[in-house]
């Protein structure tokens, strides 16, 4: 059986920042990885649940909007997968980090915070999606890995 794209990283060396994980055609996947992989710190599902609400609607309102074909989280609950038609990489990480600071600055509601819009709303938590923003946008100012590829050994 093939084996995906995915399973061929080494995930002992991959830490948090932004990398290109494969690119489809005119579909590039982004892995935003909020966490290094295997070592215990994981997202909690209500971090993960709600920082998915809050970027997704962000990001599809964005410059970039009409680009996004998919955001969410990765099983391992190490970060996300995002999905671009016809990316740009500096305009993609540009998106994330305005993204990301939008989060951090959300007041009121989480978006879809109902029994109508979501199937599991009642596990929703705006402080810890805050909290995981606030990390990752540290990452990414940080050390912006403008070839966004992957570390080896």
């Given at each position: 059986?093939?084996?995906?794209?995915?399973?061929?990283?080494?995930?002992?060396?991959?830490?948090?920042?932004?990398y290109l994980s494969r690119i489809d055609g005119d579909i590039t996947?982004?892995?935003?990885?909020?966490?290094?992989?295997?070592?215990?710190?994981?997202?909690?599902?209500?971090?993960?649940?709600?920082?998915?609400?809050?970027?997704?609607?962000?990001v599809r309102n964005s410059e970039i909007g009409s680009k996004v074909?998919?955001?969410?989280?990765?099983?391992?609950?190490?970060?996300?997968?995002?999905?671009?038609?016809?990316?740009?990489?500096?305009?993609?990480?540009?998106?994330?980090?305005?993204?990301?600071?939008?989060?951090?600055?959300?007041?009121?509601?989480?978006?879809?915070?109902?029994e109508i819009e979501c199937g599991n709303y009642k596990s929703l938590?705006?402080?810890?999606?805050?909290?995981?923003?606030?990390?990752?946008?540290?990452?990414?100012?940080?050390?912006?890995?403008?070839?966004?590829?992957?570390?080896?050994?």
């Amino acid at each position: 059986m093939e084996r995906i794209a995915s399973f061929e990283v080494d995930h002992r060396y991959i830490v948090p920042g932004i990398y290109l994980s494969r690119i489809d055609g005119d579909i590039t996947t982004y892995d935003l990885r909020t966490r290094k992989p295997n070592c215990g710190d994981f997202m909690s599902d209500s971090t993960m649940h709600t920082f998915e609400h809050l970027f997704a609607t962000y990001v599809r309102n964005s410059e970039i909007g009409s680009k996004v074909i998919y955001f969410g989280p990765m099983g391992c609950a190490t970060g996300f997968y995002l999905l671009i038609r016809n990316a740009d990489h500096g305009e993609t990480l540009k998106t994330v980090i305005s993204v990301l600071e939008q989060i951090i600055n959300h007041k009121g509601e989480v978006f879809g915070n109902s029994e109508i819009e979501c199937g599991n709303y009642k596990s929703l938590n705006l402080s810890a999606a805050v909290s995981e923003a606030e990390g990752y946008l540290a990452v990414l100012k940080a050390n912006q890995n403008t070839d966004f590829k992957y570390p080896v050994k």
